[in-house]
């Protein structure tokens, strides 16, 4: 292989595989090197050189220059161990080549095509390298099929063997931001400036904004006419809807901006905590929350602080719980409980982190009292978390949260000798009969046209007498048991067994009588 032959190659791979010259010309060293070496023994010193200008080849042994026959005869063995290692010296170079070239683009926004879809994750086309769209990076209720364009923002780059593995992200906060920077000339100009993005990917966004042009309207230009400019923005991002939040510097003004539409009424900085006390009023409360929290999580994410938002109500009921609960901690005195509490210290856990320098500046108390006071919060810390822990347990074990029924809800057994009623403290005992007839039918008050039609009945279905007290109370009671028994008759039952049972009944009360 002459000079020029050998340049040819290189500046072909050059120009494919996009890989420095350089490269490409140490690759082939390597690979006549590694064919001399099969040549001659492995004690032996081999250098091989090609002149970068004419492309000829130059081979050392022991010091010694070979002739161009010498390097001609290496063999078909050699020159197939010289090919190998030269593809894979082509294939590593052209690996670190686009692994560079991506490292350079991460967390810039690429278009693909989708080349196929394995079990959710999606395998786009890039180009030169195909790239991964894992379906932990998809925003929810996507769907993709081969052939659709897809427009993400590189998450990661990765070599793996011979290949770089490229992964891509339309969940991250960054694709937001470059499609600002895209749709929205005065972003990509860096007249306005995206200060911060709060993102759940698929529901909900916002993006804090500011202008170095104080004649420019930050908000208004990154909405554009009518919602123009974001509503592309929405679109690639499948409707999720996007809050443009003025940013300020103070968080006494960034808060109340990133909490929209909600009023705020106070904002109280808790810096010792790093988290915000914000104050509403009752009908400002849920909107402010949001739908299950997202407005003030997200806003917490924006402004980088915890965000608490209350009504004026409920912080006065927690200042008094408060101290109610640190007057228990030792060597803890009045002032210094006040003092915490105005600062956010509302919990236990908010008492265990402090730290003791700041504690012991604020309390002017010995260092052994701090240490004392920071030790008994962490161990109620910790028993208050372990309490909880034991009853959200108890709660997965009954999820339902169910109590045993009051004695008055218990249904009666279905054992009828077991059913029989105790009556009242104050009211006279009933007998059997008439007790069954209560369990059918409530007694109810009667009119004397119905004594009169119970008396003309007596005969049927009573055949001894009672004491008058006593008959009073039968003929109320038996009045309730008849119509059951005609409904007996109704089924197709005999009177004359209804009649039997009844006298056996109303004939219990004479043996007791004489007890009475």
Same mark, same amino acid.
């Given at each position: 292989?002459?000079?020029?032959?050998?340049?040819?190659?290189?500046?072909?791979?050059?120009?494919?595989?996009?890989?420095?010259?350089?490269?490409?010309?140490?690759?082939?060293?390597?690979?006549?090197?590694?064919?001399?070496?099969?040549?001659?023994?492995?004690?032996?010193?081999?250098?091989?050189?090609?002149?970068?200008?004419?492309?000829?080849?130059?081979?050392?042994?022991?010091?010694?220059?070979?002739?161009?026959?010498?390097?001609?005869?290496?063999?078909?063995?050699?020159?197939?161990?010289?090919? &190998?290692?030269?593809?894979?010296?082509?294939?590593?170079? *052209?690996?670190?080549?686009?692994?560079?070239?991506?490292?350079?683009?991460?967390?810039?926004?690429?278009?693909?095509?989708?080349?196929?879809?394995?079990?959710?994750?999606?395998?786009?086309?890039?180009?030169?390298?195909?790239?991964?769209?894992?379906?932990?990076?998809?925003?929810?209720?996507?769907?993709?099929?081969?052939?659709?364009?897809?427009?993400?923002?590189?998450?990661?780059?990765?070599?793996?063997?011979?290949?770089?593995?490229?992964?891509?992200?339309?969940?991250?906060?960054?694709?937001?931001?470059?499609?600002? $920077?895209?749709?929205?000339?005065?972003?990509?100009?860096?007249?306005?400036?995206?200060?911060?993005?709060?993102?759940?990917?698929?529901?909900?966004?916002?993006?804090?904004?500011?202008?170095?042009?104080?004649?420019?309207?930050?908000?208004?230009?990154?909405?554009?006419?009518?919602?123009?400019?974001?509503?592309?923005?929405?679109?690639?991002?499948?409707?999720?809807?996007?809050?443009?939040?003025?940013?300020?510097?103070?968080?006494?003004?960034?808060?109340?901006? =990133?909490?929209?539409?909600?009023?705020? *009424?106070?904002?109280?900085?808790?810096?010792?905590?790093?988290?915000?006390?914000? %104050?509403?009023?009752?009908?400002? %409360?849920?909107?402010?929350?949001?739908?299950?929290?997202?407005?003030?999580?997200?806003?917490?994410?924006?402004?980088?602080?915890?965000?608490?938002?209350?009504? &004026?109500?409920?912080?006065?009921? &927690?200042?008094?719980?408060?101290?109610?609960?640190?007057?228990?901690?030792?060597?803890? !005195?009045?002032?210094?409980?006040?003092?915490?509490?105005?600062?956010?210290?509302?919990?236990?856990?908010?008492?265990?982190?402090?730290?003791?320098?700041?504690?012991?500046?604020?309390?002017?108390?010995?260092?052994?009292?701090?240490?004392?006071?920071?030790?008994?919060?962490?161990?109620?810390?910790?028993?208050?978390?372990?309490?909880?822990?034991?009853?959200?347990?108890?709660?997965?074990?009954?999820?339902?949260?169910?109590?045993?029924?009051?004695?008055?809800?218990?249904?009666?057994?279905?054992?009828?000798?077991?059913?029989?009623?105790?009556?009242?403290?104050?009211?006279?005992?009933?007998?059997?009969?008439?007790?069954?007839?209560?369990?059918?039918?409530?007694?109810?008050?009667?009119?004397? =046209?119905?004594?009169?039609?119970?008396?003309?009945?007596?005969?049927?279905?009573? #055949?001894?007498?009672? !004491?008058?007290? #006593?008959?009073?109370?039968?003929?109320? #009671?038996?009045?309730?048991?008849?119509?059951?028994?005609?409904?007996?008759? $109704?089924?197709? $039952?005999?009177?004359?067994?209804?009649?039997?049972?009844?006298?056996?009944?109303?004939?219990?009360?004479?043996?007791?009588?004489?007890?009475?």
């Amino acid at each position: 292989m002459n000079g020029n032959e050998i340049k040819r190659i290189v500046d072909a791979i050059h120009r494919d595989k996009m890989i420095d010259k350089e490269i490409v010309f140490e690759g082939i060293e390597l690979a006549i090197l590694s064919a001399a070496r099969k040549r001659f023994e492995e004690d032996d010193e081999i250098e091989v050189r090609i002149d970068r200008a004419t492309g000829e080849v130059e081979i050392t042994w022991n010091g010694v220059m070979l002739e161009r026959d010498h390097i001609d005869d290496l063999g078909r063995i050699s020159a197939q161990t010289a090919k &190998q290692v030269m593809i894979q010296r082509i294939r590593e170079a *052209e690996r670190d080549s686009h692994f560079d070239e991506f490292l350079d683009l991460k967390s810039q926004v690429v278009t693909g095509a989708v080349v196929r879809v394995d079990r959710g994750t999606v395998i786009v086309n890039l180009g030169k390298v195909e790239a991964i769209l894992p379906r932990s990076e998809q925003i929810n209720k996507e769907s993709y099929r081969v052939g659709d364009r897809v427009r993400a923002v590189v998450l990661d780059v990765k070599k793996s063997g011979s290949r770089v593995r490229v992964i891509l992200s339309r969940k991250h906060a960054d694709f937001v931001r470059r499609l600002f $920077e895209v749709e929205i000339p005065e972003v990509h100009d860096r007249v306005i400036e995206t200060r911060s993005i709060a993102r759940e990917a698929g529901h909900r966004s916002k993006v804090a904004v500011s202008s170095y042009d104080t004649s420019i309207d930050c908000v208004g230009a990154c909405v554009g006419v009518r919602g123009a400019r974001i509503r592309s923005i929405v679109e690639e991002l499948n409707g999720e809807r996007i809050d443009i939040v003025r940013w300020n510097d103070s968080l006494q003004v960034l808060v109340p901006n =990133a909490l929209q539409p909600a009023e705020v *009424e106070d904002v109280i900085l808790c810096p010792m905590l790093g988290k915000v006390l914000v %104050l509403v009023r009752d009908d400002q %409360l849920s909107l402010a929350i949001g739908r299950r929290g997202q407005n003030v999580r997200l806003a917490s994410k924006l402004v980088g602080w915890d965000i608490n938002v209350m009504t &004026q109500e409920s912080l006065d009921m &927690q200042l008094d719980t408060s101290i109610e609960a640190f007057s228990v901690v030792p060597k803890m !005195p009045p002032e210094l409980i006040e003092n915490l509490v105005s600062q956010g210290f509302f919990t236990f856990d908010d008492l265990s982190v402090i730290e003791p320098d700041d504690l012991l500046e604020m309390s002017g108390l010995s260092q052994e009292d701090v240490d004392e006071i920071i030790e008994f919060a962490d161990a109620e810390a910790l028993r208050i978390e372990q309490e909880e822990i034991a009853e959200a347990e108890a709660r997965k074990l009954n999820p339902e949260g169910a109590i045993p029924p009051p004695a008055s809800d218990i249904p009666p057994p279905s054992d009828p000798e077991s059913a029989a009623e105790i009556p009242p403290p104050g009211e006279p005992p009933v007998d059997e009969g008439a007790a069954d007839g209560d369990a059918e039918a409530a007694p109810v008050e009667e009119s004397p =046209a119905a004594e009169e039609s119970e008396e003309a009945e007596a005969p049927v279905t009573q #055949e001894t007498e009672v !004491p008058t007290e #006593e008959a009073a109370e039968e003929s109320a #009671e038996e009045s309730a048991v008849e119509p059951a028994a005609e409904e007996v008759d $109704e089924a197709g $039952e005999a009177p004359g067994e209804v009649e039997e049972s009844e006298s056996e009944e109303t004939a219990e009360p004479d043996e007791e009588e004489p007890s009475e």
